[in-house]
C-alpha cells in the first residue's frame, strides 16, 4: 500500500529536520569562532555562516517550513550587518547574534504531533567508503537495540556450543577407554572358552564380536565430530565477531554535535549571569553508545553550567585580573580503547577553597583544609546538598549538581576528577566506557556464589594469610606495593552470613581513581566476557548489583557495581569481617608415608624430599616388607614402585584395596609410563602415578599434599 499524502509530508519534514540540524551545527561553529576570533577572520566566518543559513533557508521553503525560512532570513541580514561593518560584534550586535539563532532552532522545534507520529532514529552510512556522496538509511534505534540484543544471544549460544564441544571430546576420550576395557575383557574371556560348553561359548563370543564393530563406530562418529567441531566454532566466533562490531558501531554516536549542542545552556547560564562566555569544541572523531550519551546530557548540562555560573568571572572583574571580557569554556572529548573522556575547562577564578572549606565545616566538616587535595576537595562538592552560593536562583544555589554528576557516573561505572589552578580556571574531566553491554570481567567466588567484577576495576589478585593482615585506625589492611591498603571481606560487603572463621586466603586489589580496596574471596575462577543486561525490577534500588551477565550453563553472573563497594566500605560495611575471615586453617598433622622401591637411591631420594616437608617415613625395599611395616603400624599414604622383585607395586595396591583401610591413598612412581602400565594401575584402584622421568619435588610434595589433605590452597595470579 503505497503511503499517504500526509505520511510523505510528514517525512519529507522530519529528513528536513535532521538536515537543518546538521546546518545549524554548522553555522553555531562559525558563530562562536566569530565572537572570538581575530579581525582577520571575520570575513571567512561570516562567508561560511551565510553559506549554512543559505542552503537552510532553501531547504525550508521547500519542505514549507515558513517560520524556519523568516528566521533563517532575519539571522541571515543581520550576518550581512556584521559583513558590512554595520553591525558591531560586542554587546547588543553579539546578542543579537546569538538570540537569532536561538529562533531558528526554536522555530525548529517539532510539533507535538510530529514527536508523537515519528521514533526518533540514528543514520549510518551505508555507500562505500570513500565515496563524495553517501547514502543514508533512517533506522530507529529500538530496532538497532533489538539487534544488539540478539548478537548477545548468538555470542551466549556460541559459548554453549563451546561446551557442548567441550564435552563431545571427552565422551569420545571416554568412549575410547571404555573400547580398551572392553577389549581387555575379551582377553580375558579366552580361558572360559576350555571351561564353558560350545553352545555358551559360541553365544558369548558373539556377542563380544557384535559390539565390537559397534563401539567402534561409534568412536569413529565421535572422531569426526571432534575434529570438524573447532573449525566450525572457530568460523560461527568469527561472524559472530564481525556481527557484534557492526551493531556496536551502529550504535555509537559522535560527541562532537552532542558537545556542540551545550552552547545553548552555556548561553542561557551567561545571559541569566550577566557574564560573556565563548564555547570551543575538541572531539575529533570520539564516539560513545548512544545509551551512554543520552545519559550524559544531563551531566555535561550541570558542569556546563556549573562552569560559567562559579568557574568564569564577570567582564568587569576579568578586566580587572588582565583576562578579556569573554570567558572561554572547553569541551574536550576523546576515546582511548573502551574508555571515553571529556573535559569541561573554564578560564575563570578557580575554586574557592576556602570559601568550600567555610561551607564544609558549617554542615559537621571536620577535616584539615590544609591536607585537602584535588580528590578531597571534589568529595566535598559532590556531598548531597553542598553549594557555594548565598543566594538562590535559576540556575545554582539549591545544592543540586555535582552529586547528581556523581551519582550518574558511578551508575555507568564511570569517574570524574578535578583540576583547578587558583585565578586560572578549573577543569572537570568525566571517564565514562564507550560501551555499557559487553565488558571483560574477573569471576570471583564466596561459599556458593559466584559475582563478576569487571577488569578495568581489577589491578591484581594476591594471596593474604592471616599474617600478612595488620591494623591502620581500627581497620584491617594490607600492604600492596608496600602501602597499607584496606581490607574487607566481600561477604560482609553483601550481606552474606555463615563465613565466620572460615579462611579467606584470595585478595582481588580494585581500583577506583586513586582509592583501592582489597577484597577478600573463597576463589578466583576465572576471566570471562560479560554481556550485561539489567537484573529487571526485583532488583531496582540495589545499589551493589550493576547488571546480570548470562553465562553458558544458562545461570545470570551478578556484576559488581565497584564504587558502590567502596561506598558500602567507607560506610564502615565489614568492620574486622576480614580478621575473622583470617583465622589460621586447621592443618591436619603430617601423617606417615610408606616408601616402597627396590631401589635404595630412590628411596633415600623420596625419604628425604618427604621428612624435609614434615611427613614421617618408613621405607621397605619391596611389597613383601612393605606388607610387614603395614601391619605393625598406619600410614596415610603408601608410595610404591611398580616393577619389584617378591611382590610389585600392582599386587601392593590390591593388598592395600582388601585390608582393613581400602580408601588409603596409593602412588605410583614408575620409570614405565606406557599405556599399559597406566590401565594397570587403574585397574587395581592407584589414586595418581608419576613416571621417574618427570619426577620434580614441588609438583610431587603437592600430589602428597593433596592426597593426605594437608596443603593449603593459595591463589596468585596477575590479571591484565
Not at 545553548?264 to 551512554?292: H, I, N, P, T, Y
Not at 576528577?417 to 578549573?426: A, K, S, V, Y
Not at 543486561?533 to 553458558?552: D, I, Q, S, T, Y
Request: negative net charge; aromatic residues 4%; hydrophobic residues 45%.
Amino acid at each position: 500500500m503505497p503511503p499517504s499524502r500526509e505520511e510523505l509530508e510528514l517525512a519529507i519534514r522530519m529528513t528536513f529536520a535532521t538536515e537543518a540540524r546538521d546546518l545549524l551545527r554548522q553555522v553555531e561553529r562559525a558563530l562562536h569562532g566569530l565572537a572570538g576570533g581575530a579581525a582577520s577572520e571575520r570575513e571567512s566566518r561570516c562567508r561560511d555562516m551565510l553559506r549554512g543559513l543559505h542552503t537552510l533557508k532553501g531547504a525550508a521553503a521547500a519542505s514549507r517550513h515558513e517560520e524556519v525560512a523568516r528566521a533563517t532570513h532575519a539571522l541571515e541580514d543581520l550576518v550581512h550587518g556584521v559583513q558590512a561593518g554595520r553591525v558591531a560584534l560586542e554587546g547588543e550586535g553579539l546578542e543579537g547574534l546569538f538570540s537569532g539563532l536561538e529562533r531558528v532552532y526554536e522555530a525548529l522545534e517539532p510539533e507535538p504531533a510530529e514527536m508523537d507520529a515519528a521514533a526518533p532514529s540514528m543514520a549510518f552510512v551505508a555507500g562505500a567508503p570513500g565515496r563524495e556522496v553517501e547514502e543514508f538509511l533512517r533506522v530507529p534505534p529500538a530496532r538497532v537495540d533489538a539487534l544488539h540484543a540478539l548478537v548477545g544471544e548468538l555470542v551466549l549460544g556460541r559459548l554453549r556450543q563451546e561446551t557442548l564441544a567441550r564435552r563431545l571430546v571427552e565422551a569420545r576420550d571416554q568412549l575410547g577407554e571404555a573400547m580398551d576395557r572392553w577389549r581387555e575383557l575379551g582377553a580375558r574371556l579366552e580361558p572360559c572358552k576350555r571351561t564353558l560348553p560350545r553352545v555358551q561359548w559360541a553365544g558369548l563370543k558373539a556377542a563380544r564380536d557384535a559390539c565390537g564393530p559397534a563401539l567402534r563406530g561409534a568412536w569413529q562418529a565421535l572422531s569426526a565430530v571432534a575434529r570438524e567441531a573447532p573449525t566450525l566454532l572457530a568460523h560461527e566466533a568469527g561472524v559472530d565477531a564481525a556481527l557484534e562490531e557492526g551493531i556496536r558501531e551502529l550504535r555509537l554516536m559522535p560527541l562532537q554535535p552532542f558537545l556542540e549542542e551545550s552552547a545553548r545552556g552555556a548561553r542561557e547560564a551567561a545571559r541569566a549571569s550577566g557574564k560573556e562566555v565563548r564555547l570551543e569544541v575538541r572531539a575529533g572523531g570520539a564516539e560513545v553508545d548512544r545509551v551512554v550519551l543520552m545519559r550524559l546530557r544531563e551531566v555535561l548540562l550541570h558542569l556546563v553550567r556549573n562552569a560559567v555560573v562559579h568557574g568564569v568571572e564577570t567582564p568587569e572583574r576579568r578586566r580587572a585580573a588582565g583576562k578579556p571580557e569573554v570567558g572561554t569554556l572547553t569541551l574536550e572529548a576523546y576515546c582511548e580503547g573502551a574508555r571515553a573522556f571529556v573535559r569541561v575547562a573554564d578560564d575563570g577564578a578557580g575554586v574557592d577553597v576556602e570559601r568550600v572549606v567555610r561551607r564544609a565545616r558549617a554542615t559537621g566538616w571536620s577535616g584539615e583544609a590544609g591536607a585537602l587535595d584535588a580528590e578531597g576537595l571534589l568529595a566535598l562538592l559532590s556531598l548531597p546538598g553542598f553549594s557555594t552560593r548565598d543566594e538562590v536562583d535559576a540556575l545554582s544555589g539549591r545544592g543540586v549538581g555535582l552529586d547528581v554528576v556523581m551519582s550518574t557516573l558511578r551508575e555507568l561505572e564511570g569517574s570524574l576528577r578535578l583540576e583547578h589552578t587558583p585565578g586560572q580556571g578549573t577543569a572537570f574531566l568525566l571517564e565514562v566506557p564507550v560501551s555499557t553491554s559487553t565488558h571483560r570481567g574477573l569471576v570471583v567466588r564466596v561459599g556458593e556464589d559466584c559475582f563478576g567484577v569487571l577488569l578495568q576495576h581489577v589491578e591484581r589478585v594476591l594471596r593474604v594469610g592471616a599474617s600478612d593482615v595488620g591494623s591502620l585506625e581500627g581497620h584491617a589492611t594490607v600492604r600492596v606495593g608496600g602501602e597499607p591498603v584496606s581490607l574487607v571481606a566481600l561477604s560482609a560487603l553483601l550481606g552474606l552470613g555463615g563465613d565466620e572463621g572460615l579462611p579467606r586466603r584470595t585478595g582481588v586489589v580494585v581500583r577506583q581513581g586513586r582509592q583501592r580496596l582489597v577484597l577478600l574471596v573463597d576463589d578466583v575462577p576465572g576471566e570471562e566476557r560479560l554481556f550485561i543486561k539489567p537484573l529487571g525490577p526485583a532488583f531496582v534500588g540495589a545499589p551493589l548489583v550493576l547488571g546480570g551477565a548470562p553465562r553458558p550453563d544458562g545461570s545470570v553472573l551478578p556484576v559488581l557495581q565497584v564504587s558502590a563497594l567502596f561506598a558500602r566500605a567507607a560506610q564502615g560495611a565489614g568492620v574486622g569481617s576480614a580478621s575473622a575471615c583470617l583465622v589460621p586453617r586447621a592443618v591436619p598433622e603430617p601423617c606417615a608415608v610408606l616408601v616402597v622401591d627396590d631401589s635404595p637411591t630412590l628411596r633415600t631420594l623420596l625419604r628425604n624430599v618427604l621428612r624435609a616437608a614434615g611427613f614421617p617415613v618408613v621405607v621397605a625395599h619391596d611389597g613383601l616388607a612393605a606388607i610387614e611395616a603395614w601391619r605393625r603400624q598406619e600410614f596415610g599414604l603408601v608410595v610404591t614402585d611398580l616393577e619389584m622383585p617378591r611382590l610389585d607395586g600392582v599386587e601392593l595396591c590390591r593388598f592395600v584395596r582388601r585390608s582393613e583401610r581400602p580408601r588409603t591413598p596409593v602412588l605410583l612412581i614408575t620409570s614405565q609410563g606406557g599405556p599399559e602400565e597406566r590401565r594397570r594401575a587403574r585397574d587395581v584402584g592407584v589414586d595418581a602415578y608419576v613416571v621417574k622421568g618427570e619426577f620434580e619435588q614441588a609438583s610431587f610434595l603437592g600430589l602428597v599434599r593433596k592426597l593426605t589433605n594437608t596443603g593449603e590452597h593459595r591463589v596468585e595470579a596477575a590479571v591484565g
